[in-house]
């Protein structure tokens, strides 16, 4: 029997509400005041994360991409839907005594996302503590360990995260989420924060921990020669839900769905030069009011009647290819 994917989300919907005020709820039992107003911050989305794939995640600000990470998480629970890892509920699964926590998330910032309060020995070794991971008698020559293996020298050991770079506070950021032995990192803009050349040295450090840990990737990010450099596959956001998921290769060379070909059309490439880049054309509508029928119809160069009126289902177009586009509705 065929084991599972590591993940599977089915028709997630988060749902963020414009909270009431004392007078708004005095008012709104007299029937003074409008309903409070909700976001749908991603809604309807679905799709599946193997074991050893690294999925990109992209799409422009605002889309859905970090709520998303956070469901999958489990720092936020969805409204609606189901996220499963390897068949089972995330936030259903236990935990045997002294197993790993599965996933774990790799902030923006390295500075915020790391205790000023507290030592490098116990930003990294805290959470293997806590859950009984490793042996209190072992923490010590586990954390230099998990340093060594993440290009921080073991010696600082002793150090507060404001006395490092911003390259190195990543690297414990991510020794951090190594500690608990996980099997899925969510990397959220993980290196968007750092310097181009520390960029490099961080992707590298995530596909040689890749290889050497067996691990598996759901990489966020808005930067799309790095998501074409590191993802096996991708899945393009846009106001919440899913409008295309493909091979990396294949979705660069040849983009079906009018949002993606408009994004990668901002990539530089040293083969097109001298050339005009533009952002994609319009501004996105508020995610209070999204648009009826296809969100991306008031900036689409191709819309029809078709598209102000139905949603287009996210279909496959192709063999491990999937369009969420009434253009692409032909027989495969």
Sequence with gaps: ????????AHDVVKVFGESRDLVGTVLGRFGLERPPRA???????????????????VGESGCGKSTLARMLADILRPTSGEILFRGRPLAERKRQPGAGLPVQMIFQDP?????????????????????????????????????ERC???RAAKGRFAHQFSGGQRQRIGIARALAVKPELLICDE??????????????????DLRDELGLTYVFISHDLGVVEHVCDRVLVMYLGRI?????????????????????????????????????VEGDMPSPLDPPPGCRFHPRCPFAMARCREETPALREIAPGRLSACHLDESPI
């Design 1 to 8: 029997m065929k084991p599972p994917p590591l993940v599977e």
């Design 39 to 57: 976001v749908r911050a991603v809604d309807g989305v679905g799709f599946v994360v193997n074991e050893g794939e690294v999925v990109g995640v």
């Design 111 to 147: 500075f915020s996302s790391l205790n000023p309060r507290k030592r490098v020995e116990a930003l990294i070794g805290e959470a293997p503590r806590v859950h009984r991971i490793v042996p209190a008698d072992e923490m010590d020559a586990y954390v230099e360990s998990l340093m």
């Design 151 to 153: 290009g921080v020298d």
């Design 190 to 207: 993980a290196v968007s924060a750092l310097d181009v050349s520390i960029q490099a040295q961080i992707i590298n450090l995530f596909m």
């Design 243 to 279: 409008v295309e998921s493909a091979p990396a290769g294949e979705l660069f060379r040849a983009p079906s769905h009018p949002y993606t070909r408009a994004l990668l059309a901002g990539v530089p490439r040293i083969e097109r030069r001298r050339t005009a880049y533009a952002p």
